[in-house]
């Protein structure tokens, strides 16, 4: 199983970064996908989540409206375009798979800094 997530780097505030997390090892189109951040000095949060077949996503408060979460089931990827982006958006971001049968797969996160 593997979660490869690529995209993260330097961007000024107000800029835009998408996120990719290309997944193989497992039946992706049966795992709801989320991406959650981790700052340092503070916990684990999740961002964004989108279920199975791409029909439901949710968003945590401060990104909503300025982050979008996709899939494409037939690319085995799931994606996070950002944009305003805040320095407070600044956090190594994961991707994360979770089945309804408990089966629970994280990536190794790509960071994220938003900086002038």
């Known amino acids: 199983v593997q979660l490869v997530e690529s995209g993260g780097g330097l961007v000024q505030p107000g800029g835009s970064l998408g996120l990719s997390c290309a997944a193989s090892g497992f039946t992706f189109s049966r795992f709801d996908m989320s991406w959650y951040r981790q700052a340092p000095g503070k916990e684990r949060e999740l961002v964004a989540t989108?279920?199975?077949?791409?029909?439901?996503?949710n968003y945590l408060d401060s990104v909503n409206g300025r982050f979008t979460i996709s899939r494409d089931n037939a690319k085995n990827t799931v994606y996070l375009q950002m944009n305003s982006l805040k320095p407070e958006d600044t956090a190594v971001y994961y991707c994360?798979?979770?089945?309804?049968?408990?089966?629970?797969?994280w990536g190794q996160g790509t960071q994220v800094t938003v900086s002038s």
């Open positions: 989108i279920t199975n077949a791409g029909g439901s996503t």
């Open positions: 994360n798979a979770v089945s309804s049968a408990g089966w629970n797969f």
